[in-house]
């Protein structure tokens, strides 16, 4: 050391043995007037002099060996800057150590004046050598910002590295000291980038171990300036540790643990840079992992490169946001062809690897979200069996899909244990309720819960082991994501499933869920009907939901016996609580959900209690179901009802009509309104369904304009003349002639006849509905409240300004001011067939036909009337008055309104002259204007559960047949054969 300093020409002193490095150490400390090596940062309060910093420098630039003992001598530089910088931060008043003597710290100025210099020669010496100062001067660079960071880190007004990194590192990069090492640091890294930059990032990775958190923000910084060369090296640095330190145990250094080993110093550093790079560089650090990840693959890969995989997997457990960051594009770039090379790099691991390998990636996958149904429809696909038809190109080997069936067995069970040991969801109260310690989330199941819907649909798709795999899947994200979940789940299947195949799934998924979830069901029928209203669901999931509602709810009656019955008990009352959401199906514009929610209500037994205004409108809606429905079984062959739509129909009705007395009304007061009124009318043979001319005519394809004329003729006929001897009414206009009538196409007799024999079986299905008394279940008798208010709806539709009028029989001459309303009477009789029927309907009801009695009298009195004008022709040229004036006093004999001897005329009308058929019929004119047809001459028979009228309490019954007597007698060579049935 003497020599170094000698002037020039002065005599050589003789040559010393050379030093070891503790005798170098001890010389160069005594010349920058240190009595011993330093250890560590000197304390700030005795700082080396200004002049002692110069002799550093000068050692750094003319004696290369001396620059560790150099650099170590000028940390405290470094640390006496960043002491005095906090010191001038901290607020009056702060306690912190006592300052030394005024004069022995030099001032921050000056300071930082000898850090310039130390920045400038530092940098002058790694530009002219790189590979011989930059990884010497990265290391002491490094490790002195590690030391000043954990040294100062509990100072007053330094914030904690964990808590907010960005105030953190405003505070470094604001001191002279601190700015200028990581200056140094990155103009070495800068200037190995190109050849080796290994050993810079070796001592980033290092300090990073030592004195992490406190050091992050270090890392942050010079990650954000050189991202792509920083996480490259950082994976490699750290795959190489992780090779050195636990490749050759048996893989247990990556066996799932989620906190660094002790073993493996790098691996959390690692994972801590990574972390805070994925902000802002989650790009770069996706792209470097999946080369890493492919590169380990290749043939031409190193040695340490094989233990990429656990590498990979074990800053996976350690960081979930690397996890998300990698785990899609990973996803998708596993090709048949990587899955082969991985399956065959595995294949030579011991069998304990392979299986702490699976744990590992099980764990994995239930912790990973970001791509989770991707992944998972990944898992599925590799693991469906091979089938016979295969796709172009190169397909997982069968070692590959064992090794994946196996995975997703492990990870159903997996998740099971993790679900099954959270607590116990109930419908009834929310998921999130307060508890001491909430449950853990999964995940992946948090992932899945947006995709129910496409674990549904794959599900329904039956194929092979898949749809298994799924339907389990699909329980535990039900039981996990409940309530909301658990009844989204079941929505889906009820809605979505074709065929009894897929429609038993819900009852299995049901089973499953049952016995941790109470009120499944409730919620089910709740969230659908929510959809309903919201318009969510298309019309023909719509029809479908309501089919296979109705299927599942035939079980309550034991119609199908491959459901279970304890899902049916829960089911059906569901269902019945939701009536009037479903009833309004049955007005729905599409045919097929109509028929499916009429289907529907047919199947579920409705409550107990229904509230009024639900009841009417679903029994308005079910009526005009019914009629729709018949119109489209005969209007078109091939159309959607037919006889199952009929058959749904009437028993909805018929099951409406027993809920109460005032649903039985209701229902057989719509049905006959709706039967004579508007299109449903042509359905039973109607020419007028209107019941009226047409008032209206079109003129070259364009309708009259309205006229006074039309307005007054409207009102007219509607005036009751009642009261005096003239009536108006209007069979036309003058220069035009009669009115014409509206031409229907004539349906076919056989089509005529079967739809009202539908429409009267329904009618006679909901009577007796309506009443459990003997009478109802007699083949010859209806129940007489039900066949009363047949007769009242009857009479409001045919003639609704007689409707409650009195039931006496009138004179003659009062009958005569009613000419008008007997004439419309009669012309919806012959208008509309219906009407013959209903009356013999209501005829089996005794003494219902009485309160038609209006109807009787202007039908009567209107026969009347045509016989009376046609006694010079004969009754073959009067066929529906013929008939008519049969069915009339049939249906009056049959009522009990006319005596067996007077009832039975109708046999004589066909072989009689008209004048003959006018005197008979007065005969019966006069009987009920001496024999008032009221219901108080009708008595209930216990016995035989009917109200019959006994008329030999009536008067002399020998008058009103001296005419029927009289004419049996003229035509005694023809009718004497019939006299007996005439007899009193």
């Known amino acids: 050391m003497s020599g170094l300093c000698d002037p020039p020409g002065a005599a050589a002193s ?171 640091y990155t103009q070495c890294l800068a200037s190995m980038s190109s050849s080796c930059p290994d050993s810079c990032v070796d001592a980033l990775l290092d300090t990073s171990v030592q004195h992490s958190p406190h050091f992050d923000w270090v890392v942050a910084h010079i990650g954000s300036s050189f991202p792509n060369t920083i996480i490259n090296r950082v994976l490699s640095c750290g795959l190489k540790d992780f090779c050195t330190h636990g490749a050759s145990q048996s893989g247990e250094l990556w066996f799932p643990s989620p906190s660094p080993d002790k073993r493996v110093p790098k691996i959390a550093s690692v994972v801590g840079i990574l972390g805070h790079l994925a902000s802002r560089h989650s790009a770069n650090i996706k792209q470097e992992l999946l080369k890493l990840f492919h590169d380990s693959l290749g043939p031409t890969r190193e040695q340490h490169q094989k233990a990429a995989v656990p590498f990979l997997l074990q800053l996976a457990l350690m960081s979930p946001p690397l996890l998300a960051t990698v785990s899609p594009d990973l996803v998708r770039s596993l090709s048949p062809q990587v899955l082969n090379q991985l399956h065959h790099h595995f294949s030579t691991f011991p069998r304990e690897e392979l299986d702490n390998m699976v744990t590992v990636v099980v764990h994995l996958i239930c912790q990973t979200s970001a791509g989770a149904f991707s992944l998972l429809q990944f898992l599925l696909d590799t693991a469906m069996p091979a089938t016979v038809i295969t796709s172009p190109g190169p397909s997982p080997s069968d070692g590959v899909r064992d090794a994946c069936d196996r995975l997703l067995l492990l990870l159903l069970l997996h998740l099971q244990k993790l679900v099954f040991n959270r607590p116990s969801p109930t419908l009834g109260e929310p998921s999130s309720s307060s508890s001491s310690s909430s449950p853990r989330p999964i995940p992946f199941l948090d992932a899945l819960k947006p995709h129910i819907r496409e674990l549904c649909v794959g599900t329904l798709k039956l194929e092979r082991k898949r749809f298994l795999w799924q339907h389990q899947l699909l329980g535990l994200v039900a039981v996990y994501g409940a309530p909301h979940s658990a009844a989204e789940a079941m929505g889906h299947l009820l809605t979505l499933a074709h065929g009894p195949e897929e429609l038993a799934l819900a009852p299995q998924l049901y089973a499953v869920l049952s016995s941790c979830l109470a009120e499944l069901l409730p919620a089910t029928v709740q969230l659908l009907v929510r959809h309903i209203h919201a318009g969510c669901l298309p019309e023909h999931h719509l029809a479908q939901l309501c089919h296979n509602l109705a299927t599942l709810a035939q079980a309550c009656e034991g119609l199908d016996a491959t459901i279970p019955t304890s899902m049916a008990a829960q089911l059906c009352p569901a269902l019945a609580q939701h009536l009037p959401d479903f009833a309004q199906l049955l007005l729905h514009r599409d045919a097929a959900v109509a028929e499916a929610a009429c289907q529907l209500l047919a199947s579920c037994p409705l409550p107990g209690a229904i509230p009024p205004a639900h009841l009417m409108a679903a029994i308005r809606a079910a009526v005009h179901q019914f009629f729709l429905t018949l119109r489209r079984a005969w209007g078109d062959p091939n159309c959607f009802g037919g006889a199952p739509g009929l058959c749904h129909s009437s028993r909805l009705l018929s099951r409406l009509s027993a809920v109460s007395a005032a649903a039985t009304k209701a229902v057989l007061q719509q049905l006959v309104e709706g039967a004579l009124r508007g299109a449903n009318a042509e359905l039973f043979g109607a020419t007028d369904p209107c019941g009226k001319q047409e008032e209206e005519e079109e003129e070259g394809g364009r309708r009259k304009e309205a006229s006074l004329l039309d307005i007054n003729r409207r009102s007219t006929a509607a005036v009751d003349f009642s009261g005096g001897v003239w009536s108006v009414f209007h069979a036309g206009v003058i220069g035009r002639g009669l009115k014409a009538t509206k031409r229907n196409t004539p349906r076919a007799p056989e089509q005529v006849a079967h739809n009202t024999q539908t429409f009267l079986n329904l009618l006679l299905r909901c009577c007796r509905a309506s009443s459990s008394s003997p009478s109802s279940s007699s083949s010859s008798s209806i129940n007489p409240e039900a066949a009363k208010a047949v007769a009242a709806a009857l009479v409001e539709a045919v003639c609704p300004e007689a409707a409650g009028a009195e039931l006496l029989w009138p004179p003659e001459e009062q009958s005569r001011g009613t000419v008008e309303r007997d004439l419309r009477i009669c012309h919806r009789f012959r208008a509309q067939p219906l009407l013959f029927p209903l009356l013999h309907f209501i005829a089996k009801g005794p003494p219902a036909l009485c309160y038609c009695s209006v109807l009787l009298r202007g039908l009567l009195a209107t026969l009347l009337g045509h016989w009376e004008g046609s006694r010079e022709s004969g009754t073959t040229g009067s066929a529906w008055h013929l008939a008519a004036s049969c069915s009339l006093v049939a249906i009056m004999a049959e009522g009990s309104l006319l005596p067996p001897a007077l009832g039975n005329v109708h046999e004589l009308f066909p072989h009689v002259a008209p004048f003959e058929v006018h005197l008979l019929l007065l005969s019966v004119w006069d009987y009920l204007r001496d024999n008032h047809p009221l219901p108080q001459k009708f008595t209930f028979q216990p016995k035989q559960g009917l109200f019959l009228r006994d008329f030999s309490r009536d008067g002399e019954l020998g008058k009103h047949l001296a005419v029927l007597h009289s004419v049996l007698h003229k035509n005694i060579q023809r009718l004497g054969l019939l006299a007996p049935r005439f007899r009193p």
Not at 40 to 67: D, E, F, K, M, Y
Not at 69 to 80: I, S, V
Not at 81 to 94: K, Y
Not at 138 to 167: I, M
Request: hydrophobic fraction near 35%; charge should be neutral; glycine fraction near 6%.
């Open 14 to 184: 003789p040559p010393r043995p050379p030093l070891s490095a503790a005798e170098l150490s001890q010389e160069l400390s005594a010349f920058l007037g240190y009595p011993e090596p330093p250890q560590g940062l000197p304390p700030p309060s005795s700082p080396p002099p200004w002049s002692q910093n110069r002799r550093a420098l000068l050692l750094l630039r003319c004696l290369p060996p001396a620059r560790h003992a150099a650099l170590q001598h000028l940390r405290g530089l470094f640390d006496e800057h960043v002491c005095a910088h906090l010191l001038h931060r901290e607020p009056p008043g702060t306690p912190h150590p006592p300052p030394p003597p005024p004069g022995s710290l030099p001032s921050v100025s000056s300071l930082e004046d000898s850090i310039g210099e130390v920045r400038k020669v530092l940098g002058d010496l790694i530009r002219a050598n790189p590979s011989a100062w930059a990884p010497a001067v990265s290391a002491w660079a490094t490790e002195l910002l590690g030391q000043l960071s954990s040294k100062y880190a509990g100072r007053h007004g330094v914030p904690p590295g964990a808590s907010d990194l960005n105030e953190l590192l405003q505070l470094w990069m604001s001191c002279a000291a601190t700015r200028c090492l990581l200056d140094i």
